[in-house]
């Protein structure tokens, strides 16, 4: 079946550093992927997608290509901000499953 | 566009007893996901509806039900709860599941259950 698998948190970084968080995913068929962020006491909120390879989606300066040949989607952003401290969830949706799979979840935080 | 609401925020239940859990999508959206997130299993899904049937189900008990109602509203019943059950239960709302490649699922806040 389907599966996601995301670098282990937690991920801790100062203001102004760069974010790589890895994601690499498994799947029978030609997925949508994604980047979900949860902020503490709310539900998931859609980051950015990608729907077919090569495809950069991007958001709020974050930025995920996807690719086919290595099986990822890996999130990065250029400087982070304190304001970015969440938990990001990498997911894809597959059609043919007629399911999303989620990874379980990156808990960020960035220290002034 | 208000977006996906859940009702209530918060449960306090003992074992043994049930519950109910409401959920209404985004306005235009036919499809409702439910997902149990849980800090040792992560985001698990539960049942997708679509147009009032039960399209998809994940590996979950008999425990756990679902039903649509024709204005796209969803419910999601626990019976009988155990400990294991205490959970953020998360909706999402889609155009058609989410999984179409111009689709997106949009969350809800998610109702927060405590099992005593």
């Given at each position: ?17 760069f974010l790589t968080i890895n ?12 980047w ?20 950069k989606?991007s958001?709020?300066g974050f930025e995920a290509t ?8 890996h999130l990065e952003k250029g400087?982070v ?32 | ?116």
């Open positions: 079946g389907d599966s996601v698998t995301q670098m282990e948190g937690p991920v801790t970084l100062s203001e102004e550093a994601c690499t995913y498994t799947a029978t068929g030609y997925p949508s992927l994604f979900y962020v949860q902020y503490p006491g709310e539900g998931l909120q859609l980051l950015l997608k990608a729907t077919k390879a090569d495809d989606g958001n709020k996807y690719r086919k040949e290595t099986t990822s989607f400087s901000q304190v304001s970015d401290s969440a938990v990001y969830f990498c997911a894809l949706s597959d059609q043919e499953a007629g399911k999303s799979t989620f990874g379980d979840g990156t808990t960020l935080t960035v220290k002034p | 566009k208000a977006g996906v609401t859940q009702t209530p925020r918060y449960l306090i239940k003992t074992r043994g007893q049930q519950v109910t859990l409401s959920c209404s999508p985004i306005s235009g959206h036919r499809s409702v996901s439910w997902y149990q997130q849980t800090p040792g299993q992560g985001l698990q899904f539960l049942f997708e509806y679509f147009s009032e049937t039960q399209r998809n189900k994940g590996n979950f008990p008999g425990r756990f039900s679902g039903r649509q109602f024709s204005n796209s509203r969803s419910e999601m019943n626990v019976s009988t709860l155990e400990l294991g059950d205490s959970a953020l239960y998360l909706c999402a709302s889609s155009l058609f599941g989410g999984v179409a490649p111009a689709d997106t699922q949009y969350f809800g806040p998610g109702t927060r259950l405590t099992v005593l």
